[in-house]
């Protein structure tokens, strides 16, 4: 069930943000104009991921430096091992909707 996660003018390109919804804890990123939401906390050791880099698809955790793809969430470079959880997003009239 999708539900609204944001207006999607609040996501500037490039720019990392987290929100608390349903007991989840999201980050949501804006790349090439589409938006990717997945876990707000690294699967190494818990780091708020939305206070981390962002360069081009390379998402790096500012605890320890893992790295993970923003639009699948698979891990590029440890030392996580795990992924980030993506979730399905939706874009209806400049609204962002998440499948929690």
Same mark, same amino acid.
């Given at each position: 069930?999708?539900?609204?996660?944001? @207006?999607?003018?609040?996501?500037?390109?490039?720019?990392?943000?987290?929100?608390?919804?349903?007991?989840?804890?999201?980050?949501?990123? +804006?790349?090439? @104009?589409?938006?990717?939401?997945?876990?707000?906390?690294?699967?190494?050791?818990?780091?708020?991921?939305?206070? #981390?880099?962002? @360069?081009?698809?390379?998402?790096?955790?500012?605890?320890?430096?893992?790295?993970? +793809?923003?639009?699948? #969430?698979?891990?590029?470079?440890?030392?996580?091992?795990?992924?980030?959880?993506?979730?399905?997003?939706?874009?209806?009239?400049?609204?962002?909707?998440? @499948?929690?």
């Amino acid at each position: 069930m999708f539900v609204k996660l944001c @207006d999607k003018s609040i996501l500037p390109p490039g720019e990392p943000r987290s929100f608390k919804i349903k007991g989840h804890e999201i980050l949501a990123v +804006n790349v090439g @104009d589409k938006i990717f939401c997945l876990d707000g906390r690294c699967t190494h050791a818990g780091a708020p991921i939305s206070e #981390g880099t962002l @360069d081009g698809e390379v998402l790096t955790c500012p605890w320890h430096y893992s790295q993970f +793809n923003i639009t699948s #969430g698979i891990v590029l470079r440890g030392p996580a091992d795990k992924p980030l959880k993506s979730y399905p997003v939706e874009e209806k009239e400049n609204s962002v909707f998440i @499948d929690l």
